[in-house]
């Protein structure tokens, strides 16, 4: 999964997933710019396999992390080149939530469970997909919206390793964390991560753990 090389860095002139945009605005008189960036809203899904009491989470790498990680000069209005000897690709690898972009004409508990299934292996009847509450995320730059689930799975319902779709070039490694390490591992600094794992897994200790310990 961290096997990556030949590392370059482009300007974005069009893509299917965002529209850099600038917004022009007065705000109590004052006119300002700011740079926005046009995304699609998301689900993701806290799963709880009761077989092994463990959080399942997945393991990917993301570019994003991995060039900022690897510090290039930005100054640079040239096309950037990383050197991935130097910087390996374990630099972009993160653990994070079960999550997928909302770009069907399905509902979202539809979209989560085509998701667990997708990248995970876990074929989680749609019933059993629990809503748990909608935030914005990027608010700086996106503000999309993400809405977050819970889902309790089993072994039984485990019907394949997971691992993404392979159409779509996707290579996830699907991870399990202990409950009992769970706290541990989000405040690890070291545990590359986003803040939306670490407010998925204290709302499980706090709304799940006790009527299953």
Not at 98 to 104: E, L, M, N, R, Y
Not at 147 to 166: C, H, I, K, L, W
């Amino acid at each position: 999964m961290e096997n990556v090389s030949e590392v370059t860095i482009h300007p974005c002139k069009e893509s299917k997933y965002i529209k850099p945009l600038r917004v022009q605005y007065t705000q109590n008189g004052v006119k300002k710019d700011w740079d926005a960036i046009k995304v699609h809203d998301s689900v993701c899904v806290v799963i709880f396999n009761t077989t092994s009491q463990s959080l399942v989470l997945v393991k990917q790498l993301r570019p994003a992390v991995y060039i900022n990680n690897a510090s290039p000069d930005w100054s640079s209005n040239d096309v950037l080149h990383i050197d991935s000897k130097k910087y390996p690709g374990s630099l972009g690898l993160t653990y994070e939530l079960c999550a997928g972009v909302v770009d069907k004409n399905e509902s979202l508990e539809e979209i989560t469970r085509c998701e667990i299934l997708e990248e995970c292996g876990f074929d989680v009847p749609l019933e059993k997909i629990e809503r748990i509450t909608s935030y914005r995320s990027s608010v700086g730059h996106s503000g999309s919206l993400q809405t977050m689930f819970y889902a309790e799975v089993t072994d039984e319902m485990r019907v394949s390793q997971g691992g993404g779709n392979p159409d779509e070039g996707e290579f996830i490694d699907v991870v399990e964390i202990p409950i009992q390490e769970a706290r541990t591992f989000i405040m690890d600094e070291n545990i590359t991560k986003p803040v939306g794992l670490m407010f998925a897994v204290m709302w499980f200790y706090a709304n799940k753990l006790k009527s299953h310990i």
